[in-house]
């Protein structure tokens, strides 16, 4: 049962279209999906590895702009995005893990926050390549209708999803770990430790980077404030893992299931609603009280806390 | 033929000299045991030879080539593994998974690694306790899995940073039995410890370390006998 999970899971999702369901809802599965693919890569380099990443609106933003200036200066489908994403990605990856890796703890996060915050300065004043902030518009999508949309996100998802476990259960999730739980033993027990780190970045930015190029080719419309947010992509992308379980395999699907729907319903409320955000904080801060490991992690906890309460 | 030879390294940490000109040699198969009192520079030494820190002067030579200046991970590749004095278990990870993670250094696949990990738990007593997530393994426990771990490294040389300290006598003499079992496999060992009776009983030779210089060298006997090295740990004989 347990093995045929992800199976049947993935099984349930990819029939979910042909229940004719409206444009809204699949608009919300899509960004459920799409949301749990970033977390999925944000937990390799964050949950596993531990390094704590505050910018991952970088690559988001990177693989965004490399299927949107193919299709504006190149003239290319920014279809093209996506497999050429990977190779863009990875470059900025390693530039900024070379900058941001050397430094530990709650400095790499600070590192990677400045990093988020340069890039999006930066595509908002390169105006001959970004077009800055006018943004770049498709002049017409591939689909109007979602369906297909739909697939290549869930497509992208049970990639990712099975990339992720098997180099969790590989040697390198083991050297990850390893890292996360004591750099100084790590690096001891023969673990190049600044190579491995390098990797975990680099594996997680592609996938980032992949969603980026996928969100480029489904909203048609980018511009730096949208794709290198810190708050709506880099910070929600760690929401998503936080809530659903860190270094878990279905916290980021749990939580992007929860991170979507919530600011969905959020947004529809009067007035309030403008302050999603605010919203977003204190659930993060009650999650981190009461369930650190997140609703995956911390299952059992959440289990018995509902006895409890239908007891009393 | 000296598996490791330290050539008159010193270690410096600004204006303080923590390891001055120290040169002393151990032999393949050999048990060396580095003594000396509080802050005589013993575990310093050993992050010297593990390559946590580069010496600021001299050399160490494993197995006649030159290691200082490399990494820890390059060292341990070599064949140098060690143990922290504070362990460092992988908090988060069962005893075997700790295990496991550093068997990943001489083999590919997990199933190979998983056999390793699961010969040298089994060698250091803890193959009960395998599942056990390993921040909440007693210190005794984790004392074997700081040996454990650094033994499916496959190592030749093995670092030994204060393994019996905290121990109770029954965990005591187990660990003798361990050390004494690792040398049978050839493993050379260089080791610090409190313990005189541990140290004077399991060592072919000891060097004693005090201020950060070398006071002595020599068997177990000779430094038992040696006044400098009893001036050191029990003061001088007028004032005792």
Not at chain 2, 57 to 82: N, T
Request: glycine share 10%; aromatic share 10%; proline share 3%.
């Amino acid at each position: 049962m347990r093995k045929a999970l992800p199976l049947i899971i993935a099984g349930l999702l990819a029939v979910l279209p042909l229940l004719g369901l409206s444009s809204y809802w699949m608009h919300i599965l899509i960004l459920v999906i799409m949301w749990s693919v970033i977390g999925m890569a944000w937990n390799l380099l964050g949950g596993y590895c531990g390094q704590v990443s505050f910018g991952h609106a970088a690559f988001f933003g990177v693989g965004a702009y490399t299927a949107g200036i193919l299709y504006n200066k190149a003239h290319l489908s920014a279809w093209w995005g996506m497999p050429l994403s990977i190779v863009f990605v990875t470059i900025v990856a390693l530039i900024i893990g070379y900058i941001c890796l050397r430094l530990r703890g709650p400095f790499f996060a600070l590192g990677t926050l400045a990093i988020g915050v340069i890039l999006r300065v930066t595509a908002e004043n390169l105006t001959g390549i970004t077009e800055g902030d006018l943004g770049i518009m498709l002049q017409e999508r591939t689909w109007i209708d979602k369906t297909w949309y739909f697939y290549i996100v869930l497509a992208l998802a049970v990639v990712t999803f099975i990339a992720v476990k098997m180099i969790i259960e590989s040697k390198l999730g083991y050297y990850f770990v390893a890292i996360r739980e004591d750099q100084d033993a790590a690096e001891s027990l023969g673990i190049n430790t600044t190579l491995y780190k390098t990797v975990a970045l680099s594996l997680s930015a592609v996938f980032t980077g992949l969603a980026g190029a996928f969100y480029m080719n489904y909203m048609g419309y980018i511009d730096p404030k949208i794709v290198f947010a810190l708050h709506d992509i880099s910070i929600v992308t760690i929401m998503v893992v936080m809530v659903g379980g860190v270094a878990t395999y279905w916290g980021p699907f749990v939580g992007a299931i929860i991170m979507v729907f919530l600011a969905e319903i959020i947004r529809t409320i009067p007035k309030l609603g403008a302050a999603h955000h605010t919203f977003f904080g204190i659930l993060l801060i009650v999650i981190i009280i009461f369930l650190p490991n997140g609703i995956t992690g911390d299952v059992q906890k959440l289990k018995k806390f509902l006895r409890i309460g239908k007891a009393a | 033929m000296a598996m490791l030879e330290v050539k008159g390294v010193s270690r410096f940490f600004g204006g303080l000299a923590a390891l001055t000109d120290i040169s002393f040699g151990v032999e393949k198969g050999d048990i060396l045991g580095l003594i000396g009192p509080n802050g005589a520079g013993k575990t310093t030494m050993f992050n010297v030879v593990n390559g946590f820190y580069p010496p600021s002067k001299g050399e160490v030579y494993f197995k006649q080539k030159k290691i200082s200046g490399l990494k820890p991970h390059q060292i341990c590749k070599m064949g140098i593994a060690r143990t922290f004095q504070v362990v460092k278990p992988l908090q988060r990870m069962s005893v075997l998974d700790n295990v496991i993670a550093s068997a990943f250094l001489r083999v590919k696949t997990r199933t190979r690694a998983e056999e390793i990990a699961l010969d040298t738990i089994k060698f250091t007593g803890l193959l009960d306790d395998r599942d056990v997530i390993s921040k909440g393994l007693p210190l005794g426990k984790r004392k074997k899995l700081e040996i454990a771990r650094a033994l499916a490294t496959q190592p030749e040389m093995l670092l030994l940073d204060e393994s019996f300290a905290g121990l109770n006598p029954a965990e005591l003499d187990e660990s003798i039995g361990i050390i004494r079992r690792i040398k049978e496999r050839g493993i050379t060992i260089m080791i610090i410890e409190h313990h005189m009776k541990v140290i004077m009983a399991i060592s072919d030779r000891i060097v004693v370390l005090s201020y950060g210089q070398k006071l002595a060298e020599g068997t177990p006997k000779e430094i038992g006998n040696n006044p400098l090295v009893v001036e050191a740990y029990l003061g001088e004989a007028e004032s005792a």
